[in-house]
């Protein structure tokens, strides 16, 4: 029950809070990636290794799983218009889950470099992208709490 509450409250968290970004905005972000394709079951991240870009889904749905016990928990589950890879960006820490393909999936890379670029060379867009970062998590952090505190 815990799984299926989880994956249902978190599976659209990052969808519309991106709608701080405005079109001046995705433009940099879209400029500054490359588009990518992958098939079902690909993995697009791996857990454990090194997060070294943020990823925009352009198309299709990803799970997202994490090790616990050599079994794979599903947590969440994203859509089109979600972004993921946001916390290595964030912290520099090693990707804290695997992201696997549904699917047929697009996705837009943006490497963490470039995306330093382009913040440091347009404050306004960095003030967009860390607001719009910071509710994403905010959401998905107090569904978790929810999810917890109904399991007590």
Sequence with gaps: MLKTELVDQLGGASVDVFSKLDVRD???FFKAGIRLDFDHNAIILQEGQPGDAVYF???GEVRVEQKSSNVSIELARLISGSIFGEMSFLDGADVSASVIAEGHVEVV??????LKTIMDEDSRFAYHFYQSLAVALSRRLRATNKI???SD
């Design 26 to 28: 995705w433009g940099a």
């Design 57 to 59: 889904l352009a198309e």
């Design 109 to 114: 890379r943006v490497s963490c470099a470039d």
């Design 148 to 150: 917890i505190s109904q």
